[in-house]
C-alpha cells in the first residue's frame, strides 16, 4: 500500500512539475524585503495552484484516452484497420471509410482546430466542406482551376484556397470573399491562430504573412531558396518553417527579413516536415529515405529512421503518421525517451499515391488525401481525449462559435510576439556589457563625422573677406575639428597600450637588472 | 488484442433541455493553450486600457455651505450620512446617495473646528472657536431618508462653555468619553459640563486629536511645536511624545493594525509610526506638493485617503511609498478634510471652495449591483494587469494620471531640490574621511528626539 502511494505520489509529482511551467523563482538574492515577501506568498499560490491541477487531471477529467495493445505475439504495426473495425463500437466505425473520387485529382485535407469540420481540395478545382460529425457534406465547389492547398482560417467560416494564379478566401457557403493578389502563385498556405496571420509560400520563393482580420500585409519576404512544398507552423512558438531543395530547414518570423534559424537536415531537398505539439521536436524527411528527429532547444538529431516520407504529422499525443507512395506508417514514441518506433501501419490500395496526413484533433483518426480521394483511418491513442471548451470545442453552438470569435480576437497577438522562446515575453533582458567599438567601427564613425562636417554649409563673408584661399582654410580646419576627437582617443589608447607593454616589460626583466627597473609610485 | 478508441456521445458532452446552461469542459493541460505568456501581456494591455477609459471617479459635489468646510464626521452605524461644518459656524448632515442636505444644526457663533459623532452614532458632538462644545441629537435613519429635504433644524442638547477656543474633537470607539484639543487636551463625558480630566504637556496648543480604535483608552494628538504625543487615559501622565521638524495636520490611527498610525506633515509627506517604536518611522508616503491637510483610513486598513493644501486629494496604500491615485479639479480649491467612506467604496473631500466632492475610490469601479460572472471578470482582469504592469508599455498605460500644471511644475522643482541637496551630501561624504559625515535613514531623518 505504501509502495503504491509512493508511485502515485512520483506520478502527481510529473503533474505538478507539468503544470508548475518552470522553476520557482530564486528569491535568495533580494534585498528589498517587502517585495520578498509578496513574491514568496505568489510562489506558494502557483504550489498550490498547480497541484490543485494535477488533482482535477487525475479525477475529474471526463474521458480517457484510445490505446491500441497487442496480446501474445501479435505485434500492433500488423493489425489491419478491419480487425480494430470489430473491436470497436458502431459510432467509431462512422470514423473510418474512404471516399473515392478518380477525376479531380490528388486532395488535400484541413481540419478546423476542434476537429469538427474538414475542408478537402481536390488539384482539378474540387472544394469540399464536411461535418465530420455528422458526416454529411455541407458545400462543394468546383473553381475549376489548379488547387494547390487548402487552409481554415480561425473556424469554419473561412477558408482560404491557393488556386493557379492567387489564393482566395472562401465563406462557408463558397461565396469568395476575398482574392490575395499579393501573394502571387502559392503553393503551400499556413494560418497561424493566435495572430491570425495567413503565411503563403509561393513559386518564387516569396513568403507573404498577412493580417485576415484588417487585411495588411505584415511581412514580405524573399527566402532566396527558390521554390519549396515543405511549409509548416510551429504551433509552440507560431515560427513558420520552411523546407528547401537544399535540404536546409529554415524558420522565418514576420518581423525579421532574415530567417532565425537555417538548418542543415539533409544531403538532398527536403520533402516534408511537421512539429510536435509540445514544440520541442521537428520531424524532417528528405529523399534520400530518411526521416530525422531533432530536439529544436539544441537543434539536434535525436534519432534517425529509414524510410520515405512524402508527408509526415504529429498527432495531439505525439504519435508520428509518416505517407508515401500508398502505404501510411504511424511510428510512437512508448517509452518516454523519444524514441520512436513502429505502432501501426495502413496501405490503402495499390496505384492511389498519398498525397497529405492528417491526424483529426480531439479523436482518434487519421485523415488520408490521396490521389483517388481521401480515407479516414482509425489510430487508437492520437487524439487528446479531454477537450477544453475555451480552447476548442467540438460541441459548439454557433453562439458559443460568435462568442469565442470576438474573444479570441480581443486576444489577437502583434506579430512581434512571435520568437523561438516564447517564454521569454515578459522576462528581464540581461543587461548588455557595454562593447568598445571595433576599429573599423570607429573608423566608420570617423568617416560619418567627416562627411557630416564636409557638408555643413560655410556662410560666405561680405565686405571683401571672401577669399577663396580663405574659405579652403576654414572649410579644412572644420574637418580637423570633427576628426580631432578620434585622433586623440587613438592617441590615448596608444599610450596606455604602450604603457602596458612597459609594466609587462618590468615583470619580465631578469633579477639581476630589476633594480633599474622603473619603480611605479603607489 | 485490447482496442480502445475515443467516442464521444453528443448527449454527454451537450445540454438536454434549452433552458439547461450550456455544458463546459475544461482542461488545464499547458500544451494546449500555446503562448500563453503572449496572451497574458496583451490581456493585461487591454485591461490596463479598458481600466483607463472607465476611470471617472468624481460622482458629485455637495453644495449649500457658505464657507469653506474645516471639518468632516462618519456617522459608525449609518453608512449613508456624513457630517459638515465650516468656517461660519454651520453644521450640516448629508444624504450621500442624494448628495443633500438632511438637516442643518445652526448654533455655534464662529468656525465650527471638530466634529465628532459617538459610538452608537445618536450624538453629534462639535466644538468651535467660540469655546464651546455643543451636543446634538442626530435625526433618525427615518428621518434621513423621507423626502422632506427642506432645512430642517434641530435643537442643541447641550452646550459647554469653556476656558478657550478649541482645534478638534474625537470620541472614544468603544465607550462614552471623548476628548477635545486646543490649548490643553480635556476629557469629557457626555452628561458633564465640565471636563472630567485635562492633560497639558508642553506649552503649545494642541491641534489634533484622535483615539485609538482597538484600544479604547488610548489617543494621540499633534501639536504645534511639531510634536506628536500619545496618552493613555488610565495613567494620570501622558506615555510617550516624539518630535519632529515640522509640524503634524492631522493623525489617523490604521483601523485594522491599531498599534500603527499615520500623520499628515506640514512638509508634503506623511509618515506612518507603530505606536510601540517611535523613534523610526515605519514608512514614508511622499507624492503632495504642499502641506498635507488630513488623513483618513479606509476601513479596509490597507489604504488611506489624503487631502492637502495643493488642491489635490491622493489615495496611498498602506505601506507604500507613493500614491496609487490622484484626484483633482479645477473647481477644487484647497482641501482641508477628507473622509473615506465607511464601505471603502468612496471618499468625500471637504474644501475651502465651500463644496464637499464625492469620489469613488477606486476610479474604474462599476458601482450598483455587479454580477458574480462581471466580478470574477473584473478580478481577472485586474490580476493580470498586475502581473504584467512592471514591463513598459503597461506600466506607461497605469502609471498615467494627468497632472495639473502648477503640480506638475512645482513636483518637478521640488525632485529637482531634492536631488540637488543628495547630490551634494553624497560629494561631501565622498570627499571626507570615511565614517565621519553619517547619512540618517529618511524614516529617522525628519524625527527630533523621543522623549518618554
Redesign the interface.
Known amino acids: 500500500m505504501g509502495a503504491k502511494e509512493e508511485n502515485g505520489d512520483g506520478e502527481m509529482d510529473q503533474t505538478v512539475k ?2 508548475l ?1 518552470g522553476e520557482a523563482a530564486n528569491l535568495e538574492g533580494l534585498q528589498d524585503k ?1 517585495l520578498k515577501g509578496q513574491l514568496a506568498i505568489r510562489e506558494e499560490l502557483y504550489g498550490k495552484s498547480a497541484k490543485a ?1 494535477a488533482k ?2 487525475k479525477w475529474l ?11 501474445g505475439i ?1 505485434k500492433t504495426w500488423r ?1 489491419k484497420q478491419e ?2 473495425a470489430r ?3 458502431i ?2 466505425l462512422r470514423n473510418q471509410y474512404d471516399i473515392v473520387l478518380p477525376e479531380l485529382g490528388p486532395y488535400t485535407l484541413d481540419f478546423t482546430p476542434n476537429g469538427r469540420y474538414m475542408a478537402a481540395a481536390g488539384c482539378k478545382g474540387h472544394l469540399a466542406i464536411v461535418d465530420m ?1 455528422t458526416l454529411s457534406l455541407k458545400k462543394e465547389i468546383q473553381v475549376r482551376e489548379t488547387v494547390r492547398d487548402v487552409v481554415y482560417l480561425h473556424n469554419e467560416l473561412f477558408f482560404a484556397a491557393a488556386q493557379k494564379k492567387y489564393p482566395y478566401i472562401y465563406n462557408r457557403d463558397g461565396t469568395e470573399l476575398h482574392c490575395l493578389k499579393e501573394h502571387g502563385a502559392v503553393s503551400r498556405l499556413q494560418f497561424l491562430k ?1 495572430h491570425f496571420l495567413l503565411a503563403s509560400i509561393n513559386k518564387f520563393g516569396q513568403l507573404h504573412y498577412q493580417d485576415v482580420t484588417m487585411g495588411e500585409m505584415v511581412g514580405n519576404f524573399r527566402t532566396g531558396s527558390g521554390r519549396t512544398d515543405a511549409m509548416q507552423v510551429n ?4 515560427v513558420v518553417a520552411l523546407g528547401h531543395s537544399s535540404g536546409t530547414v529554415t524558420m522565418w518570423k514576420p518581423t525579421s527579413a532574415a530567417p532565425l534559424v537555417k538548418m542543415l537536415c539533409h544531403p538532398g531537398p527536403v520533402s516534408s516536415l511537421a512539429f510536435h ?3 520541442h521536436l521537428m520531424a524532417t524527411s528528405g529523399k534520400e529515405k530518411k526521416i530525422k528527429i531533432w530536439d529544436l532547444r539544441k537543434f539536434e538529431v535525436i534519432q534517425t529512421l529509414s524510410g520515405h516520407a512524402k508527408t509526415l504529422n504529429f498527432s495531439q499525443k505525439g504519435l508520428l503518421a509518416a505517407g508515401t507512395g500508398s502505404f501510411v506508417q504511424i511510428l510512437g514514441d512508448f517509452s518516454g525517451s523519444q524514441n520512436y518506433s513502429r505502432y501501426m501501419s495502413h496501405s490503402i490500395a495499390k496505384g492511389y499515391q498519398v498525397g497529405k496526413v492528417l491526424f483529426r484533433p ?3 483518426v487519421l485523415g488520408i488525401g490521396h490521389s483517388m480521394g481521401w480515407s479516414s483511418i ?1 489510430i ?1 491513442g492520437s ?13 459548439e ?1 454557433s453562439k ?1 462559435r460568435r462568442e469565442k470569435e470576438v474573444h479570441s480576437l ?5 506579430p512581434e ?1 512571435i520568437m523561438l522562446d ?2 521569454k ?2 522576462t528581464v533582458r540581461p543587461a548588455r556589457k557595454k562593447e568598445k567599438p571595433t576599429k573599423e567601427e570607429r573608423e566608420a564613425e570617423m568617416e560619418a563625422a567627416v562627411e557630416a562636417a564636409k557638408d555643413s554649409d560655410i556662410k560666405r563673408k561680405t565686405k571683401g573677406r571672401n577669399k577663396p584661399s580663405k574659405r579652403a582654410k576654414k572649410r579644412k580646419e572644420i574637418i580637423d575639428r570633427a576628426k580631432r576627437p578620434f585622433l586623440e582617443q587613438q592617441v590615448e589608447e596608444q599610450e596606455t597600450f604602450r604603457k602596458k607593454q612597459k609594466t609587462n616589460m618590468e615583470t619580465e626583466m631578469p633579477k639581476s637588472l630589476q633594480r633599474f627597473v622603473r619603480q611605479k609610485a603607489t | 488484442m485490447k482496442v480502445k478508441v475515443i467516442s464521444r456521445s453528443t448527449d454527454e458532452f451537450t445540454r438536454e433541455r434549452s433552458q439547461d446552461l450550456q455544458r463546459v469542459f475544461r482542461n488545464f493541460d499547458p500544451s494546449l493553450r500555446t503562448q500563453e505568456k503572449a496572451v497574458e501581456y496583451v490581456r493585461a494591455l487591454n485591461a490596463a486600457k479598458l481600466d483607463k477609459i472607465f476611470a471617472r471617479p468624481f460622482i458629485g459635489a455637495m453644495d449649500g455651505h457658505r464657507d469653506s468646510i474645516k471639518c468632516m464626521a462618519k456617522n459608525p452605524s449609518y453608512l449613508k450620512g456624513i457630517f459638515s461644518g465650516s468656517d461660519d459656524g454651520d453644521i450640516r448632515l448629508w444624504d450621500i446617495a442624494s448628495r443633500r442636505t438632511v438637516c442643518q444644526f445652526p448654533g455655534h457663533q464662529s468656525a465650527v473646528q471638530g466634529l465628532t459623532v459617538s459610538t452608537d452614532g445618536s450624538i453629534l458632538v462639535s466644538c468651535g472657536s467660540d469655546c464651546t462644545v455643543r451636543l446634538w441629537n442626530v435625526p433618525g435613519a427615518t428621518r434621513a431618508d423621507s423626502d422632506n429635504l427642506s432645512d430642517n433644524s434641530a435643537k442643541a442638547l447641550a452646550v459647554y462653555v469653556w476656558k478657550n477656543a478649541f482645534r478638534a474633537v474625537d470620541h472614544q470607539w468603544d465607550g462614552d468619553l471623548f476628548a477635545t484639543a486646543g490649548a490643553q487636551v480635556d476629557i469629557w463625558n457626555h452628561n458633564r459640563s465640565q471636563p472630567v480630566n485635562t492633560f497639558d504637556w508642553g506649552t503649545d496648543t494642541t491641534i489634533s486629536i484622535r483615539f485609538n480604535p482597538g484600544e479604547p483608552n488610548i489617543l494621540a494628538t499633534s501639536a504645534n511645536d511639531r510634536s506628536i504625543t500619545l496618552y493613555d487615559l488610565r495613567m494620570s501622565s501622558p506615555a510617550r511624545k516624539v518630535i519632529m521638524r515640522t509640524k503634524a495636520n492631522s493623525i489617523a490611527w490604521n483601523p485594522m493594525e491599531p498599534m500603527n498610525f499615520t500623520v499628515a506633515n506640514e512638509d508634503c509627506n506623511c509618515y506612518s509610526y507603530d505606536a510601540r517604536k517611535l523613534d523610526e518611522a515605519k514608512c514614508v508616503h511622499k507624492d503632495h506638493v504642499s502641506a498635507v491637510m488630513d488623513i483618513d483610513f479606509s476601513p479596509t486598513g490597507r489604504e488611506f485617503v489624503t487631502g492637502s493644501y495643493d488642491r489635490t486629494v491622493r489615495i496611498f496604500q498602506y505601506n507604500g511609498g507613493h500614491s496609487r491615485e490622484i484626484y483633482h479639479t479645477k473647481r477644487m480649491q484647497r482641501v482641508f478634510c477628507v473622509k473615506y467612506s465607511s464601505d471603502a467604496s468612496y471618499v468625500i473631500s471637504g474644501t475651502d471652495d465651500t463644496n464637499l466632492r464625492l469620489w469613488k475610490a477606486k476610479a474604474s469601479e462599476q458601482l450598483g449591483v455587479v454580477l458574480p460572472r462581471e466580478k470574477k471578470k473584473h478580478e481577472y482582469l485586474e490580476a493580470v494587469k498586475n502581473r504584467y504592469k512592471h514591463l513598459p508599455e503597461v506600466k506607461r498605460i497605469v502609471r498615467h494620471r494627468h497632472l495639473p500644471k502648477p503640480i506638475y511644475k512645482a513636483a518637478n522643482l521640488r525632485r529637482t531640490m531634492i536631488e540637488a541637496e543628495r547630490r551634494k551630501e553624497q560629494r561631501r561624504k565622498a570627499h571626507s574621511a570615511p565614517g565621519s559625515v553619517v547619512t540618517e535613514s529618511i524614516r529617522k531623518r525628519r524625527i527630533i528626539k523621543e522623549v518618554e
Do not use: H
Open positions: 507539468k503544470y511551467r517587502k491541477a482535477i487531471e477529467l471526463p474521458s480517457e484516452g484510445g490505446y491500441l495493445e497487442a496480446e501479435e493489425i480487425s480494430i473491436e470497436v463500437d459510432l467509431s460529425k493566435n504551433p509552440f512558438n507560431g505539439p509540445n514544440g480531439y479523436e482518434d482509425l487508437p487524439g487528446e481525449p479531454n477537450f477544453d471548451s475555451w480552447v476548442a470545442n467540438p460541441f453552438t458559443q480581443l486576444d489577437k497577438l502583434p510576439t516564447p517564454t515575453v515578459g
